[in-house]
């Protein structure tokens, strides 16, 4: 059995639907929160890749600019 969301289960059933339709949304739910959970994750890494780059590039021409010809 896939994670249902609490919540969304006891408002779904408040709100008259049958156990069986609120268990199942609660499911497809809770898959797209973990979907959208690895999303923010890989945006996460791709933000820190972003930053490391543009350092590296700055301390590179910083050096290339200062040195002495």
Known sequence: MAVVLGN????????GASEEQATEASEVTSGGQRYFSS???KISLMIGMTAFSIVFNFATLLILLTRPT
């Open 8 to 15: 969304l289960y006891i408002a779904l059933i408040a709100a």
């Open 39 to 41: 999303i923010d994750s």
